[in-house]
């Protein structure tokens, strides 16, 4: 999972086997995804990068135990100045590190008090951009004969459909295998998103027929524990072919460069709250592990009611 070398050139050696255990730890009991991961351990790599230049020698755990609130601030600054880190990237690498140091801390090597000092940098507040409903309509549509293969095509349609039809991630629409793929019939499919939690997704008859139209196009076999998606070889669909299938569609649509693939997550869950949906339901759905995740969707949903009414007043714009 790590380069050890590369861990062993910026801690000794003790202090390197307890970062290899941490993250056996996230992976293995607590299963948190992949790309958390790889983020997680980027993360801890650049502050025992940072603290072998800060220090004047690769870091122990006597070092770590040492620490003030002083070097954690250091080590924020020298992101930023180095690099241009910004509050977003500076507060996630300091989670990665306090991830780290906590679990030193439970294993009796030190106390994390030090960092639990620090507050994290204030991230401005940034709303997710869905798509409104004919336009969302529009981009799943798949007619718009862009592709010279029409089995690509269907593909396309089937999975953005995945994406806006039943507010899945584009990881956990690729992840479906044949026997799991919601054929004609299938009412609810059964996801696991992020850090291993499963959950039951409605699939619409809308779905259904995408699917079923790309199953019949695909010139490869879908094996029952193969991906359900294939590329052009017949091997596994790359996400970056459905990015820029959707920056095939923004041309051809006009729409702006925020509608992404997961802008059509964020429009399932908006487009549900407008039409009257509960949050907990939405927030079940989408499987957020907080409540707090989900209610992002009611900004949206206020300020698209507060831009409606600027525009229809009269009073809003006088003469």
Not at 147 to 153: A, D, N
Not at 201 to 214: G, I, K, R
Not at 269 to 284: F, N, P, V
Request: hydrophobic fraction near 40%; charged fraction near 20%; glycine fraction near 8%.
């Amino acid at each position: 999972m790590t380069d050890d070398t590369a861990l062993l050139v910026h801690a000794a050696p003790g202090l390197a086997k307890q970062v290899e255990a941490w993250l056996d730890h996230l992976g293995d009991e607590r299963r948190l995804a992949d790309n958390t991961l790889v983020a997680y351990e980027r993360d801890v790599r650049q502050f025992l990068r940072f603290l072998t230049g800060h220090l004047g020698n690769p870091p122990a755990l006597k070092d770590l135990a040492a620490l003030r609130p002083a070097d954690f601030r250091a080590f924020l600054a020298s992101r930023r100045r180095s690099s241009g880190a910004g509050s977003r990237a500076l507060a996630r690498g300091l989670s990665g590190v306090r991830s780290f140091l906590t679990y030193l801390e439970r294993h009796g090597h030190l106390d994390a008090a030090a960092i639990g000092a620090i507050r994290p940098p204030k991230i401005p507040a940034s709303l997710p951009k869905p798509l409104s409903a004919p336009d969302a309509g529009n981009v799943v549509s798949g007619t718009f004969a862009m592709e010279r293969e029409p089995w690509i095509e269907a593909r396309t349609a089937a999975v953005l459909s995945l994406l806006y039809g039943c507010g899945l991630r584009l990881s956990e629409a690729l992840s479906l295998t044949g026997r799991s793929a919601p054929r004609a019939g299938v009412k609810t499919m059964r996801i696991k998103g992020k850090g291993g939690k499963e959950r039951i997704v409605p699939v619409l008859p809308v779905v259904n027929e995408a699917v079923d139209t790309y199953l019949k196009l695909c010139p490869y076999p879908i094996v029952p524990d193969g991906p359900l998606f294939l590329g052009a070889r017949g091997g596994p669909l790359n996400p970056r072919l459905v990015q820029i299938a959707m920056q095939k569609l923004r041309s051809a649509l006009g729409l702006p460069d925020t509608a992404t693939p997961h802008a059509l997550r964020h429009s399932f869950a908006t487009h549900l709250l407008a039409g009257d949906g509960d949050l907990r339901t939405i927030q079940e759905l989408l499987g957020h592990a907080s409540l707090s995740s989900t209610q992002i969707y009611t900004q949206i949903d206020s300020a698209t009611l507060l831009a409606a009414y600027d525009r229809a007043h009269p009073r809003s714009n006088p003469p």
